[in-house]
């Protein structure tokens, strides 16, 4: 009978076995569902049965809570964005100009914000009310040059100039700012500021991303703009044209008094080669006055007798010498050749 008592034990150890198991896979389950982490970027509050627990958890790494009962609830460390609606606001002189905003924002007590607000969407939510409260309060009593221009931006008559900006609106970019666009923004920082401690939250910063007139507005001030273009337009080519004629005028006066001194000049040429022509025929032609003559002659026969020209004057002139005397060389030629023809060989 004691021999079987070993076996006993066996089969006691083998049922004992996956209890053991069972017992250390739960214990397992239990510890892995007492621990969570944190990292750097992250803090958190433990939340059981819907209410929160003890203090913030800030510092990152490992953690313990109580399993299943307690519930992690993470919330962001870093910086978050705020990106408001564009909105459609008054300034104090009833001009509507679209302002779109943005900011930056933290997290700083986790416990009063998960109390508040819960979560990052309940914060947007906030975020917008507050913040847009704040802009549009603070853009409707202001007018509109405080708005988009900075205390120390000076304008001078060469930058409206430069700009070719309408006379309509000279008047307000001239105008003196007292407060300026930057301190706009630090007031609607600053007010906005003292509301955010009842939420954990902690703004940062916020800026004015955009500042636009509405579309109706824009229609009217694109006209006016169109307009006045069209003015400047219309004066710089009325005295582009001007310019041109007034161009034109002295350059054809250039010209003329141009034409005027060379032909001045070719008549002083031509006169001065004349007078040296004369020079040189009366040189070459004072060597021999009986050749000048007779040259000058028939030069005027070749002008004077041409075709079809009649010409009466008396044979005994001087003009006709040359030609009487040829003549008369051809006649006395003729006489003595009739008689040396007519003369028989013995008489001669």
């Known amino acids: 009978m004691n021999r079987h008592f070993p076996n006993r034990s066996v089969k006691q150890g083998r049922g004992i076995l996956p209890l053991v198991l069972v017992l250390f896979a739960i214990a397992?389950?239990?510890?892995?569902?007492?621990?969570?982490?944190?990292?750097?970027?992250?803090?958190?509050?433990?939340?059981?049965?819907?209410?929160?627990?003890?203090?913030?958890?800030?510092?990152?790494?490992?953690?313990f809570r109580v399993p299943f009962i307690q519930e992690v609830r993470r919330f962001d460390k870093r910086l978050?964005?705020?990106d408001g609606d564009p909105n459609q606001i008054p300034t104090v002189e009833e001009q509507f100009i679209s302002v779109d905003t943005t900011a930056r924002w933290r997290i700083v007590d986790p416990l009063v914000f998960l109390q508040s607000v819960q979560n990052e969407q309940g914060a947007q939510s906030r975020l917008n009310d507050i913040l847009d409260s704040v802009v549009r309060d603070k853009i409707a009593s202001s007018s509109l040059v405080e708005i988009v221009r900075s205390k120390d931006w000076k304008v001078?008559?060469?930058?409206?100039?430069?700009?070719?900006?309408?006379?309509?609106?000279?008047?307000?970019?001239?105008?003196?700012?007292?407060?300026?666009?930057?301190?706009?923004?630090?007031?609607?920082?600053?007010?906005?500021?003292?509301q955010m401690p009842r939420y954990g939250i902690e703004l940062v910063d916020i800026r004015i991303k955009r500042i636009n007139y509405v579309e109706s507005v824009q229609k009217q001030v694109?006209?006016?703009?169109?307009?006045?273009?069209?003015r400047m337009a219309e004066q710089f080519r009325s005295e582009g044209e001007g310019r041109a004629a007034e161009i034109g005028g002295e350059t054809e006066r250039m010209i003329a008094e141009i034409k005027s001194e060379a032909r001045r000049d070719a008549d002083i040429i031509r006169g001065e080669a004349d007078a040296?022509?004369?020079?040189?025929?009366?040189?070459a032609y004072g060597r021999d006055?009986?050749?000048?003559?007779?040259?000058?002659?028939?030069?005027?026969?070749?002008?004077?007798?041409?075709?079809?020209?009649?010409?009466?004057?008396?044979?005994?002139?001087?003009?006709?010498?040359?030609?009487?005397?040829?003549?008369?060389?051809?006649?006395?030629?003729?006489?003595?050749?009739?008689?040396?023809?007519?003369?028989?060989?013995?008489?001669?």
């Open 289 to 348: 006055a009986e050749f000048y003559a007779f040259f000058r002659t028939l030069e005027s026969y070749a002008d004077a007798l041409g075709k079809g020209v009649t010409l009466v004057v008396d044979s005994n002139s001087d003009y006709f010498q040359y030609l009487r005397s040829s003549m008369d060389s051809s006649a006395a030629d003729g006489v003595s050749e009739a008689v040396a023809a007519e003369t028989p060989h013995d008489a001669q």
């Open 28 to 63: 397992a389950v239990v510890a892995f569902a007492s621990i969570y982490t944190l990292d750097e970027t992250q803090q958190a509050i433990i939340v059981q049965f819907g209410a929160p627990v003890g203090d913030p958890v800030t510092e990152p790494g490992l953690h």
């Open 80 to 82: 978050l964005a705020w």
């Open 222 to 230: 694109f006209e006016r703009m169109i307009a006045e273009r069209q």
């Open 156 to 194: 001078s008559e060469e930058d409206l100039q430069r700009t070719m900006v309408a006379e309509s609106d000279e008047e307000i970019l001239l105008q003196e700012v007292v407060s300026g666009r930057e301190e706009l923004v630090q007031s609607i920082l600053e007010t906005a500021q003292l």
């Open 276 to 283: 040296e022509a004369t020079r040189i025929y009366n040189e």
